[in-house]
């Protein structure tokens, strides 16, 4: 069975950094797209990120592109999102998705399976 579980959400300063994880299971991460989504408080969910290692894209939405990036460890289940130079606008819960390939990556609906979500807050 497919899981997802973020993790690494927390209170954060303005200007501060976060890293947020992705664990999963159930799949072999690499034959998967990952995209990264977030949703504030009364709005849409929003497209963030998506990476495919076996393609070698990975795509940013420009509003993040230069602040958050898509990055691996030793773990091979596992992809964080490094989050830098927060700022208020960055409030919401961020979620990970899986899918079968990073195109129309910013629709929600071309992914398949999704974690629970972990909040991250940008605060003074």
């Known amino acids: 069975q497919v899981h997802l579980v973020e993790s690494g959400g927390g209170l954060v300063q303005p200007g501060g950094s976060l890293r947020v994880s992705c664990a999963v299971s159930?799949?072999?991460?690499?034959?998967?797209?990952i995209g990264w989504f977030r949703q504030a408080p009364g709005k849409e969910r929003e497209g963030l990120s998506c990476?495919?290692?076996?393609?070698?894209?990975?795509y940013y939405k420009d509003s993040v592109k230069g602040r958050f990036t898509i990055a691996s460890d030793s773990d091979p289940n596992t992809r964080y999102l490094q989050m830098n130079n927060l700022n208020f606008g960055d409030t919401a819960v961020y979620y990970c998705?899986?899918?079968?390939?990073?195109?129309?990556?910013?629709?929600?609906?071309?992914?398949?399976?999704w974690g629970q979500g972990t909040q991250v807050t940008v605060s003074s």
């Open positions: 998705a899986a899918g079968p390939q990073c195109s129309s990556w910013l629709n929600s609906n071309v992914y398949d399976h």
């Open positions: 159930g799949f072999t991460l690499s034959d998967f797209a």
């Open positions: 990476t495919m290692l076996r393609s070698g894209f990975t």
